[in-house]
């Protein structure tokens, strides 16, 4: 259970390219170095305050605020193209309502693309991050 001085573990599934820049961004706002072990897989939430966590938090309300450029922007076709077993499983944290709100942009986008979610997932954040969704 999360709490307002908590955030929501969840996980995303990105290309290689799109983990790297998303590890260089992490690395430059909160000096993560290795955005795969950062977050305790196992765990359900953590802390507001801690750097990396507030790191994700921002950039999951970026995306919900974004998501509709991003979404234009976004090359689904180049992310389609990434071998099915290339993508890294990714775990971000962010507050639970932003956590609902991305996961169901995720959800929307995948219907109407008609695209799995680790297709969407890359290429909306690939958007985001100015990564090419694809190696």
């Not at 390219?17 to 170095?33: F, K, N, Q, R």
């Not at 955005?35 to 305050?49: H, K, Q, R």
């Not at 995948?110 to 100015?130: C, F, N």
């Amino acid at each position: 259970m999360t709490g307002d001085d908590r955030y929501k573990v969840f996980g995303v599934y990105l290309s290689a390219p799109v983990t790297d820049a998303l590890e260089e961004y992490l690395y430059d706002e909160a000096g993560v170095l290795d955005v795969g072990d950062y977050f305790d897989e196992t765990a359900d939430s953590v802390p507001v305050g801690d750097p990396g966590a507030d790191a994700t938090d921002d950039l999951v309300a970026d995306v919900v605020d974004a998501f509709a450029d991003l979404y234009d922007r976004a090359d689904f076709a180049a992310a389609e193209r990434t071998d099915p077993d290339a993508f890294d499983l990714v775990h971000l944290a962010a507050d639970p309502t932003r956590v609902t709100d991305v996961r169901e942009r995720f959800r929307a986008a995948a219907t109407i693309q008609d695209a799995d979610l680790r297709t969407v997932q890359t290429a909306i954040l690939a958007a985001h991050l100015e990564a090419g969704p694809a190696e």
